[in-house]
């Protein structure tokens, strides 16, 4: 059975957080391929020191950060495109010229899982919610044109609201805000019984992940103010929607993307 994973994100550090330890689980499968798309470079995002990046180089910084992330993973993607549009403009681009892009590699890839953002993307970023959007419309074109091979699952990345809960209950302990879901930048949870995949992973992986992402050194977060305990808890998890095949409440969840894919 072929495990071929491709990945639609809008910017560096959306890959590690979505399907990390998903690629440390079958980094050793001979059958597993994994394909990376970026829509952008992140060139707007945060600069959490100064000495780090200037917002000319913050781009290639973020670059740098995430090829240093997949490798200190210990697995690279076997392709990685970068299609640089402006960071937080996406929603500007013609729609069929990012959906294009994207129907591109996916054509020559015929992954049989796409994971990308959902409806609400995640955070409420108009990037995410765009790239997930044409990504959505790639794979349904081609699933529809019957291409052999491929084009077995898509799953949106989403994050249950009970996890949400249990976030802002951390939030209340260390004495911050909650997070509000009006609010970009914010996680949206979705509704438990929506969940369709959900994996859970060992310490040892979940390690593996923060030290990943304690590679995008620019981006600087909630992750760095969590005691250690809770920074690994909140990456052991990894979660979707499975926007198709057809997938109702009180149907299987999955624990693994290929799950069920002979």
């Not at 950060?65 to 640089?84: A, C, K, N, Y």
């Not at 491929?150 to 994050?159: D, K, P």
């Amino acid at each position: 059975m072929s495990k071929r994973l491709a990945v639609v994100v809008a910017h560096p550090d959306d890959d590690t957080y979505a399907c990390a330890a998903t690629v440390v689980r079958h980094a050793d499968d001979p059958s597993f391929r994994f394909v990376l798309v970026h829509a952008t470079s992140g060139e707007a995002g945060e600069i959490s020191d100064p000495t780090l990046a200037t917002r000319e180089t913050l781009g290639a910084v973020r670059e740098e950060e995430d090829r240093r992330s997949w490798v200190t993973l210990g697995r690279e993607p076997d392709r990685h495109e970068w299609f640089r549009y402006p960071d937080g403009s996406l929603s500007h681009v013609p729609f069929e010229d990012l959906v294009g892009r994207i129907e591109g590699v996916l054509a020559d890839e015929r992954p049989d899982v796409v994971l990308t953002f959902g409806l609400d993307g995640i955070t409420g970023h108009p990037d995410h919610i765009t790239c997930g959007a044409a990504a959505t419309v790639a794979f349904h074109r081609l699933r529809l044109r019957e291409i052999p091979g491929g084009f077995s699952r898509l799953i949106w990345g989403a994050v249950p609201q009970r996890t949400v809960d249990r976030w802002n209950a951390w939030r209340e302990e260390m004495g911050e805000e909650a997070f509000d879901p009006t609010r970009m930048y914010h996680p949206r949870g979705v509704p438990d019984e929506t969940i369709g995949f959900e994996a859970e992973f060992d310490l040892g992986v979940a390690r593996r992940v923060v030290a990943s992402l304690r590679e995008h050194l620019t981006q600087a977060g909630d992750l760095d103010t969590m005691p250690e305990e809770q920074r690994i808890e909140s990456v052991r998890r990894e979660r979707g929607v499975i926007a198709w095949p057809v997938w109702r409440p009180g149907d299987r969840v999955l624990t693994d993307l290929f799950q069920g894919l002979d």
